[in-house]
């Protein structure tokens, strides 16, 4: 039976339970969720916030695609859940949540930290900083 699959990129906030309900599955031994949070500190400055933006429409095709490779490549997973945050993000917040379930905890752990490390590296998502003295910055940029 094929895996169950979530991708979503929204402005609402993120809910953790919510992937864990989603993965739950009576044949899953492990759930692992990963859930990133907005820091209070980048490049030892202190942070206000975060604003993530998006290619929406490139990135939402980027994560769907990002778990269907996912249960491709992890065919024990059972179900895989990724969801990212775009706009202002306070300290504290979860910016990003990504969760797989499989019968096994070595097949879920490798699957959603690939989940989380494809993510950050190839979908269409950018922060800015906030500093909390004023100012901000785009990491990656000069």
Known sequence: MP???HALLTDAPLSVEAAHSFTADPGAGATVVFTGTVRDHAEGRSVSGLVYEAYAERAQDQLDALVGAIAQ????ALAVWA????GTLAVGEPSVVVAVSAAHRTEAF???RTGIDELKATVAI??????????THWPGST
């Open 3 to 5: 895996a169950r699959l």
């Open 73 to 76: 490549r992890w065919p024990e």
């Open 83 to 86: 969801e990212h945050r775009v």
């Open 110 to 112: 490798e699957a959603a």
């Open 126 to 135: 950018w922060k800015q900083e906030h500093w909390a003295e004023g100012g």
